[in-house]
């Protein structure tokens, strides 16, 4: 059970970071709207972290 738990809290923790990450690349995207190399960067990442999270879905996590 201890590990579940364990697993639980580092779950949370990297999802918490991937949303934070967003969320800051979309601030900066909104404050340099003339580089259009920011969106791409910014839907890279969004695509990055949807495979990861059908990753940890399929493993079972």
């Known amino acids: 059970m ?3 738990i364990r697993t639980y809290i580092l779950y949370g923790i990297g999802i ?3 949303i934070a990450g967003v ?3 979309t601030a900066e995207y ?7 190399g920011k ?4 839907a ?3 695509g990055i972290f949807a495979f ?3 990753y940890f879905e ?3 996590w």
């Open 16 to 18: 918490a970071s991937c």
């Open 58 to 60: 399929e493993i079972g």
């Open 30 to 36: 909104v404050n340099y709207l003339s580089e259009p």
């Open 44 to 46: 890279l990442a969004v």
């Open 2 to 4: 201890e590990l579940r």
């Open 23 to 25: 969320v800051y690349l």
């Open 52 to 54: 990861l999270g059908r």
């Open 39 to 42: 969106l791409g960067c910014l």
